[in-house]
């Protein structure tokens, strides 16, 4: 969560391209970065499907929904729970290629059932780097029918994942259109597996065509056309990018295995409520060389009741914490830490916010640190971004908050109104006036403007390259803040660059994708399949103008590119670069994976797992 930047029917009513970025999802065990994939590949995702006309309006009063939408008669939503089950057929199959001739499919498909081949007969290198091989299919109009077809499809299919490890495969369905017992869906398809020499991951789209059956009997599949497919192959010694060194990195220490394995939802039933545990995670980290020695190392914030560690790197690799003899082991609830210099002495000061606090503590130089003042706000304190933005020298502090207190006390209300909230804390900018003295000079600078969203991010850039640093701000439940620094004044200039990103701002990340000198900008947000389904339906929200449905919509397309135009303003070029299907995209740097010159994207999403799976 810290931040740091010192100088950081309508099916085919949209068009796919070629031109996409290859995002790079990091998976495997790495603790509380991400749980959807287990083999870590470079992919590119398929771009945002084209989805089904909606269906008919119906009486349902505003289209509002609830957490058990079948109670409320979505026909959409209830077929697609009935669709998903069905669709677990294949994914079980696929994840064991072995025994797909020997699956009963007759519950699954109607007697006409056809489809195009799954896996495409031909398809093109795409790109390669010695290491990862992306190929892209081209659409493929032969049919095959039945179940024999069916079988022969899945087969080829899963060839690549013959002999492969740990094989996973997942269907989403993102869009459903109903017209009477003939449906549409559109269904995003991804598939991985590996060896101890190579890793294969599949990433598709197909448009399903059912029938529905009377009563309660499953839909049955009637056609299967994939729209688009992609397949990437890599070769590492170990069949993965990356190597999870957890255990050798933290080995000896105990706090990492009595606490960090243990997750959030095990300390939400063993530490105390008054605590104020916050069920949701939300906990930062911050890197950098404390002790003067050459090697980083690692602050963690932790919930209330556990104390923050700093994580010493010692020269064999391994990590030992030094919190408590640092005197920075607090219990209190931290969610952002920054290390810095804000003396300008050479070593890395740190600072917290813990609550609606934010702690500065000096580097002594002698194995502690040392506080030094402490800010207080009106909103939760959460991330942390360091710029010298009236360029005196000094860094100075931009605080994000998310709601008033509503972390910290859980008095205060929720976002409202949930698609474009604007009740949340306000954001604060402390300039370091040296010497260890700050001041507040949001109002000052024009950063109290569209200053009660309910911010997770900010990274701070020269956007504009006129030489001072200007600030981004990811906004939780609605738009985004672009804060334009014209000689030390704001502007909120969102709007009129085209960045507003109406949707569930969680991250920010600036780098020049595509080398032309100028910082483009990435967002990350939630990529909601439900919320795909239900914001497109007719029925969905009756009582609002088109502009609040679209604003519902875009909440749930996922990540955003912004292409830096030159002239102040971005072009969205999210879809055609296949980078929205992130998930609930916490961080989103921009990082050389492969070091071929170009950035890439490193996506860290996922959510608090817990042991009942009742509401997934």
């Not at 448009?207 to 299967?224: A, E, F, M, Y």
């Not at 243990?262 to 105390?272: E, F, K, M, P, V």
């Not at 370091?432 to 001041?439: E, I, M, Q, S, T």
């Amino acid at each position: 969560m810290a931040s740091k930047n010192s100088g950081q029917s309508e099916a085919g009513r949209k068009g796919w391209t070629s031109k996409r970025l290859t995002a790079s999802f990091l998976f495997a065990g790495m603790v509380g970065i991400a749980a959807f994939f287990v083999v870590p590949l470079i992919i590119g995702p398929p771009p945002s499907p084209p989805r089904p006309s909606p269906g008919p309006r119906d009486a349902q009063p505003n289209g509002q929904v609830s957490d058990h939408p079948a109670e409320e008669t979505w026909e959409t939503e209830d077929f697609a729970a009935a669709a998903t089950i069905q669709l677990e057929r294949l994914s079980s199959a696929l994840r064991d290629p072995a025994e797909i001739a020997d699956v009963d499919y007759s519950a699954l498909l109607t007697a006409e059932f056809s489809c195009s081949p799954l896996r495409p007969t031909q398809m093109k290198s795409e790109f390669s780097d010695g290491t990862t091989q992306v190929f892209r299919g081209s659409v493929n109009q032969s049919i095959v029918k039945g179940e024999v077809g069916l079988v022969d499809s899945l087969k080829a299919l899963a060839k690549p994942f013959i002999g492969k490890e740990a094989l996973h495969a997942k269907f989403k369905i993102i869009a459903v259109a109903l017209d009477g017992s003939a449906v549409e869906t559109n269904v995003v398809y991804q598939a991985s597996g590996h060896t101890n020499a190579d890793a294969v991951q599949q990433s598709a789209v197909w448009h399903c065509r059912w029938q529905t059956q009377d009563g309660s009997k499953s839909p049955l599949l009637v056609n299967i056309q994939v729209t688009d497919f992609e397949e990437v192959v890599g070769q590492s010694p170990h069949g993965t990018l990356f190597a999870d060194c957890t255990e050798s990195v933290f080995r000896n220490d105990p706090q990492f295995r009595d606490q960090f394995v243990r997750g959030i939802d095990y300390w939400r039933s063993a530490i105390q409520s008054q605590y104020g545990v916050y069920p949701y995670g939300h906990h930062g980290i911050a890197i950098g060389d404390v002790n003067g020695d050459g090697l980083e190392d690692l602050y963690v914030c932790q919930p209330a009741g556990l104390p923050n560690c700093l994580f010493l790197q010692n020269p064999d690799g391994t990590v030992t914490n030094v919190a408590a003899q640092m005197g920075v082991d607090w219990l209190d609830r931290s969610r952002g830490a920054l290390l810095i210099d804000l003396d300008n002495d050479g070593d890395q000061d740190l600072i917290t916010s813990i609550n609606e606090i934010v702690l500065v503590m000096s580097n002594e130089g002698s194995g502690t640190f040392k506080e030094r003042t402490a800010f207080r706000t009106n909103g939760d304190t959460g991330s942390l971004a360091a710029t010298d933005y009236d360029l005196d020298g000094d860094l100075d502090i931009y605080i994000v908050s998310y709601g008033k207190r509503f972390m910290s006390d859980g008095e205060s209300s929720g976002p409202i109104p949930y698609h474009d909230a604007n009740n949340g804390g306000q954001n604060v900018l402390m300039r370091n006036d040296g010497k260890w003295n700050f001041l507040d000079v949001t109002s000052q600078c024009g950063l109290n403007e569209n200053n009660t969203r309910w911010s997770f991010a900010a990274s701070w850039e020269d956007y504009d390259g006129d030489g001072d640093a200007d600030v981004y701000v990811a906004n939780d439940f609605g738009r985004n803040n672009l804060y334009r620094n014209d000689g030390g004044n704001f502007t909120d200039v969102a709007a009129e660059a085209g960045v507003e990103d109406i949707a569930a701002g969680m991250s920010v990340a600036w780098g020049d994708y595509n080398q032309d000198g100028k910082m483009d900008l990435y967002v990350g947000n939630m990529f909601s399949s439900a919320g795909q389904r239900i914001a497109f339906q007719g029925r969905f929200h009756t009582a609002a103008n088109n502009e609040t449905r679209e604003q519902f919509q875009r909440h749930a397309r996922g990540n955003s590119l912004f292409l830096n135009l030159g002239d102040g303003t971005f072009r969205d070029v999210s879809e055609e670069a296949g980078v929205t299907l992130g998930r609930w995209a916490w961080a989103s740097p921009f990082i050389d994976i492969n070091n071929d010159g170009l950035e890439d994207l490193v996506v860290a999403n996922g959510f608090v797992t817990g042991s009942n799976t009742g509401d997934l």
